[in-house]
């Protein structure tokens, strides 16, 4: 059993930055690849951004060159830095391990 807690989301201005932090219990973390995902009220969840067991990292096109993925495997805790906000980023976002979900952490950018 694997429990992902997601941190640091918040109210920000447009152009502004957040780091978001998943935290991962259990035994699963540093052979996985890990995921973030958002989701916009009345919008699918959409993919953002993956960080592969090896470090190697794919982004949505929408977020490509403003935010960057990392892990820590020692502390079982994935991170997105997220900058250059746009309203658009406004969302719910959730990080993704194997069949496990997060319960989301709320980023609103205000213009």
């Known amino acids: 059993q694997v429990q992902l807690v997601e941190s640091g989301g918040g109210l920000v201005l447009a152009g502004g930055s957040l780091r978001l932090s998943c935290v991962a219990s259990?035994?699963?973390?540093?052979?996985?690849?890990i995921a973030w995902y958002r989701q916009a009220p009345g919008k699918q969840r959409e993919f953002v951004a993956i960080?592969?067991?090896?470090?190697?990292?794919a982004y949505a096109h929408s977020v490509q060159g403003r935010f960057t993925i990392s892990r820590d495997n020692a502390k079982k805790t994935v991170y997105l830095q997220m900058n250059s906000l746009k309203p658009e980023d406004t969302a719910v976002y959730y990080c993704?391990?194997?069949?496990?979900w997060g319960q989301g952490t709320r980023v609103t950018v205000s213009s």
């Open positions: 993704h391990l194997s069949e496990y």
């Open positions: 259990g035994s699963t973390f540093s052979g996985n690849a």
């Open positions: 960080i592969s067991s090896g470090d190697s990292t």
